[in-house]
């Protein structure tokens, strides 16, 4: 490659980049190499290397990504008239499709081209003159020009609609927590699918049915659609194949989940039937002043109660945080506790044990936190 620095997929290897939830580019990393990729965690993410194979399972099986994005090319370029000229060169017949609309999102940092709208309407031309791709902002199919430092690197986003939509989920709650950050807290928690999980405050079921799903052995993306399937790197019965690859288990154990709301627990009845784990979930309206373990072993309790971000609602939410922390203090023995919330004296307010604390993690503007215990006593 005359300028490049990576692989263009020319050759049958290139980067392919996970995107990480800020704060969470440590779990998805393990989580990428338990798949068996060689993973290596960066700023916003992690890599791996692969051929368009990897880029479908790892769209398909990963859990915690947020979007998967192919490097297919790298240069360095000072000027516009340099990134017209070089944006030829990129190998969009064998990427994209004539016939499948495209848009361009083009960002710059720290680099001699700093007006990213010019730099994403010279690709645009690129593609429209080289391969005749129609341009559209409605475009599911997106290619991504980052120039930093005065590098520029030019990504399809292979996954289209973010990785959390797993294609089950109709029903919301208010602050829902995204799949993709449930299923990398439960593995901050150890969880590996081999015991029972319970959240007494799970809203439209989010953890409780990502648990079900990995203890199950469902993959993530099996019942979406991708933005790679309208690439022209894409095989249909590769894909097929491996979608429908591997087996699934009943899992041994149950997953519980509570809510003082009727409707939220009508919303995750509803979710987890369509993801398919309704014969081992459990969903019953309860509060946590009332709740009780469930018979049998004990396993993960996991929360994200409701939290303020101003002081006034965060010293109203004090009692509930209490009398979470004393119910689960004096009914789950044996019990780990993973609690997300965005204040410490949140968390300390329900007098749990907590040993461990991971990283914090932005999210909707927030910086939320996992507290995690040990087995209560
Ligand atoms: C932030 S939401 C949880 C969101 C959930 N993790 C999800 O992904 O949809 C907090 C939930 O706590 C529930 N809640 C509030 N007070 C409660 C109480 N005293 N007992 C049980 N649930 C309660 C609310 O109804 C709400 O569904």
Redesign the pocket.
Same mark, same amino acid.
């Given at each position: 490659m005359s300028d490049g620095q990576i692989a263009a997929p020319r050759t049958s290897e290139f980067e392919i980049f996970l995107v990480a939830v800020p704060g969470l580019g440590g779990p998805l990393c393990a989580e990428a190499r338990a798949h068996g990729f060689t993973a290596k965690t960066v700023s916003g993410g992690v890599t791996i290397k692969g051929g368009w194979p990897e880029v479908w399972r790892a769209n398909l099986e990963l859990r915690g990504p947020s979007r998967i994005l192919a490097r297919i090319d790298q240069f360095r370029v000072v000027h516009l008239a340099k990134l017209d000229t070089r944006a030829r060169q990129v190998p969009w017949s064998t990427i994209l499709r004539r016939d499948v609309p495209v848009r361009i999102e083009a960002s710059c940092k720290s680099s001699r081209i700093y007006h990213s709208g010019a730099a994403a309407q010279r690709i645009a031309r690129a593609i429209q003159e080289e391969l005749g791709a129609p341009i559209s902002n409605d475009a599911d199919v997106a290619i991504k020009a980052r120039i930093e430092n005065d590098i520029c690197t030019i990504a399809v986003d292979t996954s289209g609609e973010p990785l959390h939509k797993r294609g089950h989920k109709e029903a919301?709650?208010?602050? #829902? /927590?995204r799949e993709t950050m449930?299923a990398l807290f439960l593995r901050q928690c150890g969880y590996t699918g081999s015991e029972p999980v319970l959240?007494? /405050?799970?809203?439209?079921?989010?953890?409780v049915i990502e648990a079900a799903e990995i203890a199950a052995g469902l993959k993530p993306g099996r019942s979406r659609t991708f933005a790679f399937e309208k690439l022209a790197t894409f095989d249909a019965a590769t894909w097929d194949a491996m979608r429908t690859a591997g087996t699934t288990q009943t899992p041994t154990h149950r997953f519980y989940g509570?809510?003082?709301?009727s409707g939220?627990i009508r919303m995750s009845r509803a979710n987890a039937e369509r993801a398919g784990v309704s014969a081992f979930t459990e969903f019953a309206e309860?509060?946590?002043?009332e709740l009780t373990a469930p018979d049998g072993p004990s396993g993960l309790v996991i929360v994200?109660? #409701?939290?303020g971000d101003r002081l006034g609602e965060t010293n109203k939410l004090r009692p509930?945080y209490r009398?979470l922390g004393h119910t689960l203090m004096t009914r789950f023995p044996g019990w780990r506790v993973g609690l997300v919330t965005s204040d410490d004296n949140l968390a300390n307010a329900t007098g749990l044990p907590f040993s461990l604390t991971a990283e914090p993690v932005l999210h909707g503007g927030l910086r939320i936190k996992l507290y995690r215990t040990a087995a209560l006593p």
């Open positions: 919301v709650a208010k602050a #829902p /927590m449930a959240d007494p /405050m799970c809203g439209s079921g989010t953890f509570r809510d003082r709301d939220a309860t509060s946590v002043q994200n109660p #409701p939290y509930l009398a």
